[in-house]
Protein backbone atom coordinates (compact mmCIF):
# COMPACT_ATOMS: atom_id res chain seq x y z
CA UNK A 1 0.00 0.00 0.00
CA UNK A 2 1.23 3.64 -0.98
CA UNK A 3 1.46 6.01 1.85
CA UNK A 4 -1.41 8.76 2.58
CA UNK A 5 -0.52 11.21 4.86
CA UNK A 6 -3.07 13.99 6.10
CA UNK A 7 -1.65 17.01 7.37
CA UNK A 8 -2.41 20.57 8.77
CA UNK A 9 -5.25 20.38 10.77
CA UNK A 10 -6.03 22.24 13.92
CA UNK A 11 -8.44 24.23 16.14
CA UNK A 12 -9.75 28.01 13.98
CA UNK A 13 -11.77 30.18 15.37
CA UNK A 14 -15.04 30.75 13.01
CA UNK A 15 -14.10 32.55 9.82
CA UNK A 16 -10.51 31.71 10.23
CA UNK A 17 -8.42 29.62 7.40
CA UNK A 18 -6.32 26.55 7.38
CA UNK A 19 -4.44 24.41 4.57
CA UNK A 20 -4.56 21.14 4.74
CA UNK A 21 -2.19 19.01 2.48
CA UNK A 22 -1.84 14.95 1.65
CA UNK A 23 0.93 13.24 0.42
CA UNK A 24 1.09 10.15 -1.61
CA UNK A 25 2.97 8.20 -3.85
CA UNK A 26 4.27 9.51 -7.15
CA UNK A 27 3.06 6.57 -9.42
CA UNK A 28 -0.33 7.24 -7.58
CA UNK A 29 -0.45 10.94 -7.35
CA UNK A 30 0.27 10.70 -11.16
CA UNK A 31 -2.45 9.19 -12.45
CA UNK A 32 -5.41 9.13 -10.11
CA UNK A 33 -8.20 11.73 -9.55
CA UNK A 34 -7.93 13.06 -6.29
CA UNK A 35 -10.48 13.35 -3.00
CA UNK A 36 -11.00 15.31 0.15
CA UNK A 37 -13.39 13.61 2.33
CA UNK A 38 -14.73 14.14 6.15
CA UNK A 39 -16.59 12.65 8.78
CA UNK A 40 -17.89 14.38 11.67
CA UNK A 41 -18.80 13.55 14.98
CA UNK A 42 -21.72 10.96 14.65
CA UNK A 43 -21.82 11.41 11.14
CA UNK A 44 -21.08 9.82 7.72
CA UNK A 45 -18.14 10.64 5.73
CA UNK A 46 -18.65 12.83 3.09
CA UNK A 47 -16.97 14.08 0.46
CA UNK A 48 -15.82 17.89 0.32
CA UNK A 49 -13.80 18.13 -3.17
CA UNK A 50 -12.28 16.43 -5.59
CA UNK A 51 -9.58 17.14 -8.68
CA UNK A 52 -8.59 15.17 -11.55
CA UNK A 53 -5.13 14.79 -13.07
CA UNK A 54 -6.26 17.49 -15.22
CA UNK A 55 -6.72 20.26 -12.60
CA UNK A 56 -10.72 19.61 -12.97
CA UNK A 57 -12.52 20.21 -9.59
CA UNK A 58 -15.50 19.66 -7.85
CA UNK A 59 -17.17 20.67 -4.54
CA UNK A 60 -19.85 19.87 -2.18
CA UNK A 61 -22.72 22.92 -2.09
CA UNK A 62 -21.51 23.35 1.44
CA UNK A 63 -18.73 24.16 0.57
CA UNK A 64 -18.32 25.72 -2.77
CA UNK A 65 -17.01 29.57 -2.29
CA UNK A 66 -15.00 28.60 1.01
CA UNK A 67 -12.78 25.60 0.27
CA UNK A 68 -10.28 25.06 -2.86
CA UNK A 69 -8.55 22.14 -3.95
CA UNK A 70 -5.18 21.87 -5.47
CA UNK A 71 -2.38 19.22 -6.81
CA UNK A 72 1.17 20.15 -6.34
CA UNK A 73 2.89 17.53 -9.37
CA UNK A 74 6.15 18.14 -7.86
CA UNK A 75 5.41 17.23 -4.19
CA UNK A 76 3.03 14.29 -5.23
CA UNK A 77 0.52 16.43 -2.70
CA UNK A 78 -3.34 17.60 -2.76
CA UNK A 79 -4.19 20.58 -0.38
CA UNK A 80 -7.11 21.50 0.39
CA UNK A 81 -7.41 25.10 1.66
CA UNK A 82 -10.11 25.98 3.84
CA UNK A 83 -11.38 29.95 4.32
CA UNK A 84 -14.19 31.38 6.34
CA UNK A 85 -14.32 28.41 8.40
CA UNK A 86 -17.98 27.50 10.11
CA UNK A 87 -18.36 25.53 13.41
CA UNK A 88 -19.78 22.82 11.28
CA UNK A 89 -16.78 21.92 9.30
CA UNK A 90 -15.46 20.52 12.44
CA UNK A 91 -14.48 16.89 11.29
CA UNK A 92 -11.50 14.69 10.41
CA UNK A 93 -10.35 15.31 7.07
CA UNK A 94 -9.17 12.11 4.49
CA UNK A 95 -8.01 11.89 1.46
CA UNK A 96 -8.59 9.53 -1.24
CA UNK A 97 -7.05 7.95 -4.44
CA UNK A 98 -9.55 6.96 -6.94
CA UNK A 99 -10.09 3.35 -7.34
CA UNK A 100 -7.47 2.39 -5.14
CA UNK A 101 -8.24 -0.45 -2.65
CA UNK A 102 -6.26 -2.46 0.06
CA UNK A 103 -7.50 -6.07 0.65
CA UNK A 104 -10.61 -5.14 -1.21
CA UNK A 105 -11.56 -2.27 0.83
CA UNK A 106 -11.03 1.54 0.60
CA UNK A 107 -7.84 3.06 1.35
CA UNK A 108 -7.99 5.97 4.00
CA UNK A 109 -5.31 7.69 5.71
CA UNK A 110 -5.40 8.56 9.68
CA UNK A 111 -7.18 11.57 9.31
CA UNK A 112 -6.42 15.26 9.93
CA UNK A 113 -8.78 16.89 12.64
CA UNK A 114 -10.20 20.58 12.21
CA UNK A 115 -12.00 21.84 14.87
CA UNK A 116 -13.66 24.90 14.20
CA UNK A 117 -14.84 27.23 17.59
CA UNK A 118 -17.71 29.79 18.00
Known amino acids: QVPLVESGGGLVQAGGSLRLSCATSGIIFSSKTMYWYRQAPGKQRELVASITIGGKTNYADSVKGRFTISRENAKNTVNLEMNSLKPEDTAVYYC????????????WGKGTLVTVSE
Open 96 to 107: KIDSYYVGGMDY
